[in-house]
């Protein structure tokens, strides 16, 4: 039977541990050097696939102020917004439902974009990844950036694995079904290559793509969350 690689995300019991990890993970910190190299307190920003409000409530909390967090799926907006809402009452109100793939804002709104945690890479296909770049190209205002993860198949923790990994000819290198306590998980490895050439396809300049262990040691907790993945920082070209 055919799976859909979506329907993780439109489950409950994921949707929890995306709220759980909002408040006992938060920000981690390579995300946070990058965030304070790279987005400043007065950009209006926008976070894609923001799951339980992880960033933009770490967002909120160091200041920034002008944000709105979406999630395509209406179970991870619930709670993103219940989230939020027990943090301070008005922030429930910049929690939005929009799909990555088709940003119904305006072009040029948004100053600084970003889809943390492999949320990119767990859209269906490398035309639905155009898609979102292209969306997200088009909403960013000129010379805007758009920062996001990719866990990496050729370094860093995951080499090993895909190393001796054998894929049939009818297997895209990189696409991977993961087990998990609901269903499960459809995750697209890249290479640093396949990004960037992804990024320049796009409209896309990378200013820098580090392993997250490059930028700072994050603690056990985010390490258990989301291991080592590649961090993209892209400016609009
Ligand atoms: C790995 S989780 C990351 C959640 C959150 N950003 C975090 O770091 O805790 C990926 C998120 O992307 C969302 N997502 C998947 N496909 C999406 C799409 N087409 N548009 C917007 N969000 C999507 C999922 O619902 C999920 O919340």
């Given at each position: 039977?055919?799976r859909?690689?979506?329907?993780h995300?439109?489950?409950t019991?994921?949707?929890l541990?995306y709220?759980?990890a909002?408040?006992?993970v938060?920000?981690w910190a390579?995300e946070k050097?990058?965030?304070e190299?790279?987005?400043?307190?007065?950009?209006r920003?926008?976070?894609?696939?923001?799951?339980g409000?992880?960033?933009?409530l770490?967002l909120?909390?160091?200041?920034y102020?002008?944000?709105?967090?979406t999630d395509?799926s209406?179970i991870m907006?619930?709670l993103?917004r219940?989230?939020l809402a027990d943090h301070?009452?008005?922030?429930?109100?910049?929690?939005?439902?929009?799909?990555?793939?088709?940003?119904?804002y305006p072009d040029k709104?948004?100053?600084?974009?970003?889809?943390a945690?492999n949320?990119l890479m767990?859209?269906p296909s490398?035309d639905?990844?155009?898609?979102?770049?292209r969306?997200?190209?088009r909403?960013?205002k000129?010379?805007?950036i758009?920062l996001?993860?990719?866990?990496?198949r050729e370094?860093?923790?995951n080499a090993?694995f895909?190393?001796k990994e054998e894929?049939?000819d009818?297997?895209i290198?990189?696409?991977?079904?993961h087990e998990?306590?609901t269903s499960?998980?459809?995750?697209?490895?890249?290479?640093e290559?396949?990004t960037r050439?992804e990024?320049?396809e796009t409209g896309?300049t990378v200013?820098?793509?580090?392993l997250?262990?490059?930028?700072?040691?994050?603690?056990p907790?985010v390490?258990?969350?989301?291991?080592?993945?590649?961090?993209?920082?892209?400016?609009?070209?």
């Amino acid at each position: 039977m055919e799976r859909d690689p979506q329907a993780h995300w439109l489950e409950t019991e994921t949707a929890l541990h995306y709220a759980r990890a909002a408040v006992r993970v938060g920000i981690w910190a390579s995300e946070k050097v990058l965030l304070e190299r790279h987005f400043s307190k007065d950009h209006r920003i926008l976070e894609l696939g923001c799951g339980g409000g992880r960033v933009s409530l770490g967002l909120l909390q160091s200041g920034y102020s002008n944000v709105i967090a979406t999630d395509f799926s209406p179970i991870m907006v619930s709670l993103a917004r219940a989230v939020l809402a027990d943090h301070e009452e008005a922030w429930e109100k910049i929690v939005e439902q929009q799909d990555a793939t088709a940003l119904t804002y305006p072009d040029k709104s948004f100053d600084r974009v970003i889809f943390a945690f492999n949320g990119l890479m767990c859209l269906p296909s490398r035309d639905h990844r155009l898609a979102a770049l292209r969306a997200i190209q088009r909403v960013l205002k000129p010379g805007g950036i758009f920062l996001f993860t990719a866990s990496d198949r050729e370094k860093g923790a995951n080499a090993a694995f895909w190393a001796k990994e054998e894929q049939t000819d009818d297997e895209i290198p990189g696409d991977r079904w993961h087990e998990s306590d609901t269903s499960p998980v459809f995750i697209h490895s890249s290479t640093e290559a396949e990004t960037r050439g992804e990024l320049f396809e796009t409209g896309f300049t990378v200013i820098e793509c580090p392993l997250s262990t490059e930028v700072a040691a994050d603690g056990p907790l985010v390490r258990e969350f989301a291991g080592e993945t590649r961090f993209f920082v892209a400016r609009k070209s």
